[in-house]
């Protein structure tokens, strides 16, 4: 999953742990090589509805240095057995529902620095 810095912070993560964590690099849009903090296996994930709780998964993170928002792998969102129905607009559905029964997401949520 990839977390925006101030959510980091706002759970608990610590300059110490992210100077701890091992380092990732990956491409960015405009073709630069940057550099991220990596916590592998450092997050129990769950879905936790009205109705149902999936998980929790074990997830790695790959903390942003910026703000932002969470979002989940597709790895993730399939070991938390969530289909993306209309993503766009919110809509997803547990694998083992019927597909004429969408779920709406939760509100998007920007966290800062």
């Known amino acids: 999953m990839r977390l925006p810095m101030g959510l980091a912070r706002e759970i608990g993560l610590s300059e110490e742990d992210l100077g701890e964590a091992e380092t990732a690099e990956f491409v960015v849009g405009d073709g630069r090589l940057a550099h991220f903090a990596l916590l592998r296996d450092a997050f129990r994930v769950s879905v936790i509805t009205e109705d149902r709780v999936e998980g929790p998964v074990l997830a790695d993170a790959i903390v ?50």
């Open 64 to 113: 942003l240095g910026g703000p932002g928002e969470l979002v989940l792998s597709d790895a993730l969102i399939q070991l938390l057995k969530v289909v993306p129905v209309l993503p766009h607009d919110g809509l997803w559905r547990f694998v083992d529902e019927p597909p004429d029964r969408p779920r709406i997401s939760v509100r998007r949520r920007i966290w800062g620095l």
